[in-house]
Every structure is written in structure tokens, then in C-alpha cells.
Antibody, heavy 118, light 111 residues
Framework: QVQLVESGGGVVQPGRSLRVSCAAS????????MHWVRQAPGKGLEWVAL????????YYLDSVKGRFTISRDNSKNTLYLQMNSLRAEDTAVYYC???????????WGQGTLVTVSS | NFMLTQPHSVSESPGKTVTISCTRS????????VQWYQQRPGSAPTIVIY?????PSGVPDRFSGSIDTSSNSASLTISGLKTEDEADYYC??????????FGGGTKLTVL
């Protein structure tokens, strides 16, 4: 069955960096576009970034452009989000999600919590 | 970029019908498909409507979606409300620059 498992979250100081990962299994990872979506505590969903199936194109939320980098390693079935110059407002649960059919995010991980605090 | 605006909360009784709106701030609602996700507390979102009005397999036909170009909005309607429908609901769309946007979410209370 399809599984997405995020890891790498934690507490980090403002201005520092963190990389979160998403290990995929149960499907042919290299065939699917992937997304990161975040949710601040008690708040709504916010799309963060997407990467095409082959890594050739990447798109970002305006507020993270230049600070966050989405990438993937299709040989390891893993998606990454490198987050630099972190701010308090980046505090959220970060979900990875698979773009399945149409414009649907059909499978989501359980999320990993990133807390930016001094 | 555009925004999707939803009511913060709605409530209705079991067995009744509720409609949640989602208004697009700029650009036509008909230009890009609208999706709807359900999120229960402590869980990841799941899709309930895609391409404005299509139901994925496994989603009850009590859930339906539509768009209205005159108000530039989309709607999710849930009929025959059940207590298990109590959740947060998010609309989603995108634009031609590959910016994906979620609405702010609507908390549905079934009381």
C-alpha cells in the first residue's frame, strides 16, 4: 500500500536551517509529482512547494522562495525540503503529498512538526 | 496570485443539508478545477471532490460540488448530514504559474 513517512522535524532557532525528508513506498515514486503542504498549529493548510516527477521543474509559495528548496532522489524514493533562514512563521506540521490523478493530492504522510523558536 | 475565501465555520443538525462556499479573489473560478478536502482532527486531509464536481470512489454521494461563475465561487454540499461528517473542509485550486492555493478552511459542526 502507498506510504509516505516524513522525518527530520524538530526545534530550530530563527535563522537556522533544517531538512525534512519523506520516504515513499508502495508505488513507483519516479512517476509522480510530489508536494509539500504545511499547517501551522490550529491553522489551515498552506501549500509550500511542488516538484515534477523527474525533478525538472519546481514551484514555490512566494513567502518561501529563495529560502526553501524542494528536491527528490528517485533512486532512494525520497522527497526532501531544505529550509534555510527559518522564521517563527514557518512553524508548522509539514506534510508531503503525492499528486495522483488530475489535480488531486491523493496520498499524504502523517506530517513532521517543525518549530522555529529561540 | 489569488486567494480562496471560505466561511470560518458552519453548523447544522444531523440529517440536514449544509453548503460551504469558496470564493476566488481574482481570475475566473471556471479557469482551473476546484478540489475539496476533508480533515478530521489529528489526521491528514483526504479528497472528497475533485474537478469541481467529481467524487472519488469511496466518497458517499451525499457529497457534491459545484461552481458558480456569477459569484466566482465554488460550493461543497453535504446532504443527510451524519456526525461523522464533522471535520474541517478545505477548497483548493491552482493557477497557470503552478501556484497551488488552499482556502482558509471551514469547520463543520454537526449538532
Amino acid at each position: 500500500q502507498v506510504q509516505l513517512v516524513e522525518s527530520g522535524g524538530g526545534v530550530v532557532q530563527p535563522g537556522r536551517s533544517l531538512r525534512v525528508s519523506c520516504a515513499a513506498s508502495g508505488f513507483t515514486f519516479r512517476n509522480y509529482g510530489m508536494h509539500w503542504v504545511r499547517q501551522a498549529p490550529g491553522k489551515g493548510l498552506e501549500w509550500v512547494a511542488l516538484i515534477w516527477y523527474d525533478g525538472s521543474n519546481k514551484y514555490y509559495l512566494d513567502s518561501v522562495k529563495g529560502r526553501f528548496t524542494i528536491s527528490r532522489d528517485n533512486s532512494k524514493n525520497t522527497l526532501y525540503l531544505q529550509m534555510n533562514s527559518l522564521r517563527a512563521e514557518d512553524t508548522a506540521v509539514y506534510y508531503c503529498a503525492r499528486r495522483g490523478y488530475s489535480y488531486v493530492l491523493d496520498y499524504w504522510g502523517q506530517g513532521t512538526l517543525v518549530t522555529v523558536s529561540s | 496570485n489569488f486567494m480562496l475565501t471560505q466561511p470560518h465555520s458552519v453548523s447544522e443538525s444531523p440529517g440536514k443539508t449544509v453548503t460551504i462556499s469558496c470564493t476566488r479573489s481574482s481570475g475566473s473560478i471556471a479557469s482551473n478545477y476546484v478540489q475539496w478536502y476533508q480533515q478530521r482532527p489529528g489526521s491528514a486531509p483526504t479528497i472528497v471532490i475533485y474537478e469541481n464536481n467529481q467524487r472519488p470512489s469511496g466518497v458517499p454521494d451525499r457529497f457534491s460540488g459545484s461552481i458558480d461563475t456569477s459569484s466566482n465561487s465554488a460550493s461543497l454540499t453535504i446532504s443527510g448530514l451524519k456526525t461523522e461528517d464533522e471535520a474541517d473542509y478545505y477548497c483548493h485550486s491552482y493557477d497557470t504559474t503552478n501556484q497551488w492555493v488552499f482556502g482558509g478552511g471551514t469547520k463543520l459542526t454537526v449538532l
